[in-house]
């Protein structure tokens, strides 16, 4: 009953176009601040490394994230460097418009785990609760935004090429 109140009622929608120019103002003006503040994340990287995140016993609880920052994240923060601001920024822009806003979320929540297995908790909880209240909202979320135009266009786009596809292999 709930999920279908978050999918389809339009006070709902209106809700979640709040939370949703809420998270993607957050998510917006932080890449925005890295893109003009010249960011660098190999000093973020080097301390998650050597502060890994611990259980109670003192294990480091997600070394394979730690390896990954270590021999893939680290050598290669040039382009860390680019990517964490700019999709930080395309995931508010996606959020603010509302289009194409369960991708932008996706990512965004990828990006809010990602900070979390690094050991940063900040507004990440809060972020990756709304983040999932949007997701399962569907395209409710996107009702009041662009996504009331581009979804059905995309909707229309796969349909025409499911038909070629399908003329082909019928012919």
Not at 49 to 54: E, F, H
Not at 59 to 70: A, E, P
Request: hydrophobic share 50%; glycine share 12%; with cysteine.
């Amino acid at each position: 009953m709930f999920n279908k109140f978050l999918r389809e009622n339009k006070i709902a929608a209106g809700i979640l176009t709040v939370l949703r120019l809420y998270l993607g103002y957050e998510w917006m003006t932080a890449g925005y601040h890295k893109l003009a503040g010249g960011f660098d994340a190999s000093g973020f990287l080097k301390g998650a490394i050597a502060n890994p995140v611990k259980g109670p016993e003192g294990n480091v609880l997600y070394g394979w994230y730690v390896d990954f920052l270590q021999h893939l994240a680290l050598p290669n923060a040039h382009i860390f460097n680019t990517i964490i601001p700019l999709g930080e920024f395309l995931v508010g822009l996606g959020l603010i418009l509302g289009c194409l806003t369960t991708a932008a979320m996706f990512f965004g929540l990828v990006m809010n785990f990602a900070y979390m297995f690094a050991g940063t908790v900040s507004s990440n909880p809060m972020d990756i609760l709304i983040g999932v209240i949007i997701i399962a909202a569907g395209l409710n979320a996107g009702r009041i935004g662009l996504d009331r135009w581009v979804n059905p266009y995309f909707r229309k786009l796969g349909a025409k090429e499911t038909n070629t596809v399908n003329a082909k292999h019928s012919a």
